[in-house]
């Protein structure tokens, strides 16, 4: 796993027919392995700025460097095969796909972004299943809880394991007690392997457990 | 990859077999239509090998050679009885065969010719040749057995008519198949139809009578085979004396007979083909290839094809489009999950292939089901068809329709990049955009 640190500068997201920025970011930098929570009303940028960190989205301007990877440079290919090598991504709506059991959910990004599993890929995705207290792996996913759905989905995000997590209102959907397994895993998993996690939420008590706050208004960081 | 795309079909799986089905028949109406004017080429040619050269009495070439080799039956004018006599001694000419019909029993027309037909078309598969005035040989699709008896019917196929109740027929012998209208005939001696017709002279035309067909030949299992001979032996007798008379051949030479309406010539080399052709064009008989006439049907037969065609391609368009703006839909529909597909690292060239194989596999396998029913439809209708005209209609794939599979197969690969480029151009972060 690589270690990354963020470093972002005149970071300038317009959306067309918009004349405000959607995204006015001086600078920024996150050290590797920093546990980052990201707040901020709605519309205020946080999904602005988590798909500009992840490459999904371009900036208009400025610069972002994962480490020596300048995310900024990369074309769309790049930044699509960047992400799939050192991003796992948790979603409020967990974008799992049914039809698949809860082991195939959990590799099938692997399996789309390589042209065959790595050794142990297959091994690594069941004690992490087992970790997240999955015990049918061959259940089928549309037939689990939400809070089961989440625990898969942090197992797909971390089995590639990613040198950043980002995850975007993980316990939005869950009930409290759900949300907090959730939390648990992520600060968990995150921690050993040593990834940075930057987490955008509404959630207080994941917020609190987290090292660092950076909150967001009208696509403005205030600190 | 397979598997994703495996696991998205089966939880569609409704939709997937209606476009399947949509797609599976509108391809095999086009195929039924391209195989069944094949197969009906096919067999009227072949029905048609047999017959070289047909001579008869001025009149209509196509009706001559519908009659003749086809069996439908229609009044046509008799030819001079010195023609056949001609004919068969025409060193040129290695046989020819009278055809004469106007006679049915049931559904099955009654044929008067020689002995030669019989070999001409296949031989004898069953029982022996006819022998007597009273002898009859059937088609192999003729149900009846050998031993029965009948009645001829004066009139055409299916109709009621006016019974010869005085002549009486022996089934002898059955005819090994050949795939032409002449499996459904039963086959008599000439002499005996010029008989049977000199005797009903003055009352030629359909009687009002209005009497059934009386085809008696299931009361014949109820006897004894060989009691049963001797019995019909003696009864032929007193009924009807010519019965059991055996045939003789001079008056088809000695111009004593009432004439026929066809002749089946078979010339020795084609030189002599061209030149009987030429010779019995004038005057009062025409003289025909059934090539040259059905070569002209095919050309009618061919348009109607043409036009089938067309509208087999209109609907296979129609339905295209139907199901491409379906799938677009559904793309669009699925705007997220390719979305999430992205935002998980899969890269836009897996996109765009998982799009395009999940659609291409849909449309392909309904292209390739379509070929099947298609084949199923058009075999059960020649199926149908020949059973109903006596044509054995062949059913089959030329190297020509690859080339249609190819085709159709290239307009679904064309077709199913579509969707895949929409969906290959959405940025990950739209998709996702709620």
Do not use: C
Not at chain 1, 183 to 196: K, M, Q, R
Not at chain 2, 53 to 70: D, P, Y
Not at chain 2, 93 to 107: H, S
């Amino acid at each position: 796993m690589r270690m990354l640190a963020l470093s972002v500068e005149k970071l300038d997201v317009r959306f067309p027919g918009l004349p405000v920025a959607a995204l006015d970011i001086a600078s920024l930098a996150l050290a590797a392995g920093d546990h980052i929570a990201v707040t901020g009303p709605s519309g205020s940028g946080k999904t602005t700025l988590m798909n500009v960190l992840t490459g999904m989205e371009r900036p208009s301007g400025g610069r972002v460097a994962w480490g020596a990877d300048e995310l900024t440079a990369m074309t769309e290919t790049q930044r699509d095969r960047w992400r799939a090598h050192n991003v796992g991504l948790v979603m409020q709506e967990f974008h799992l796909f049914p039809g698949l059991s809860a082991l195939d959910n959990v590799l099938l990004p692997q399996k789309l972004a390589r042209y065959s599993l790595p050794a142990g890929m297959k091994e690594s995705a069941r004690s992490l299943l087992a970790r997240v207290g999955i015990e049918r792996l061959d259940q089928p996913i549309e037939t689990m809880s939400r809070g089961q759905m989440q625990r898969v989905a942090v197992a797909r995000a971390l089995v590639g394991r990613p040198g950043l997590i980002v995850a975007d209102e993980p316990t939005a959907s869950l009930d409290a007690e759900a949300g907090e397994a959730v939390a648990d895993l992520l600060l968990e998993l995150s921690g050993e392997t040593g990834a940075t996690l930057l987490v955008a939420s509404h959630d207080s008590r994941l917020i609190d457990r987290l090292g660092r706050t950076l909150r967001l208004e009208n696509g403005r960081l205030l600190s | 990859m397979f598997s994703f795309i495996l696991a998205d079909l089966r939880r569609n799986w409704i939709g997937v077999s209606i476009v399947l089905l949509l797609v599976a028949l509108s391809t095999a109406l086009g195929v039924a239509v391209t195989l069944q004017e094949r197969a009906l080429r096919l067999g009227s040619a072949r029905a048609a090998a047999a017959f070289d050269l047909v001579v008869g009495a001025a009149g209509s070439e196509t009706q001559l050679v519908l009659s003749s080799v086809f069996l439908q039956a229609a009044p046509l004018p008799l030819l001079k009885p010195d023609v056949l006599a001609r004919l068969r001694t025409d060193p040129r000419v290695e046989t020819a065969i009278p055809v004469g019909f106007g006679d049915f029993v049931g559904n099955h027309p009654i044929i008067g010719t020689t002995r030669e037909a019989l070999e001409a078309l296949g031989g004898i598969a069953d029982g022996e040749t006819f022998e007597h005035l009273g002898d009859a040989v059937v088609g192999a699709q003729v149900k009846w057995k050998i031993g029965s008896t009948f009645h001829p019917v004066h009139g055409s196929a299916g109709q009621a008519g006016e019974v010869h109740a005085d002549v009486d027929y022996l089934v002898v012998g059955r005819m090994a198949a050949n795939g032409t209208p002449w499996d459904r005939a039963i086959l008599v001696p000439i002499q005996s139809v010029w008989n049977v017709h000199s005797h009903d002279e003055g009352h030629q035309s359909l009687g009002p009578e209005e009497q059934m067909p009386q085809a008696h030949h299931d009361a014949d299992n109820a006897h004894g085979g060989h009691d049963h001979d001797h019995d019909h032996e003696t009864h032929r007798h007193d009924e009807a004396g010519h019965t059991a008379t055996p045939i003789d051949d001079t008056a088809l030479l000695d111009g004593r007979n009432p004439g026929v309406p066809a002749v089946v010539v078979k010339p020795r080399s084609i030189a002599d083909a061209y030149n009987l052709r030429q010779e019995y064009r004038r005057d009062a008989t025409i003289a025909v290839f059934p090539g040259e006439v059905l070569t002209r049907l095919y050309g009618t037969l061919g348009d109607a094809r043409h036009v089938l065609g067309i509208i087999a391609v209109a609907v296979q368009a129609l339905v295209a489009a139907a199901i491409l703006l379906v799938i677009a839909l559904q793309v669009l529909q699925r705007r997220r999950q390719i979305g999430a597909l992205r935002a998980f690292g899969a890269s836009r060239p897996v996109v765009l292939a998982i799009v395009w194989l999940e659609t291409f596999a849909v449309l392909a396998g309904g292209v390739i089901a379509g070929f099947a029913i298609g084949y199923g439809v058009t075999k059960a209708l020649a199926h149908r068809l020949g059973a109903a005209s006596g044509v054995a209609m062949p059913v089959e794939f030329h190297s020509a329709d690859l080339w249609t599979l190819a085709a159709m197969f290239g307009a679904t690969v064309l077709l199913t990049l579509l969707p895949a480029l929409i969906a290959y151009r959405q940025s990950p972060a739209q998709a996702l955009r709620p």
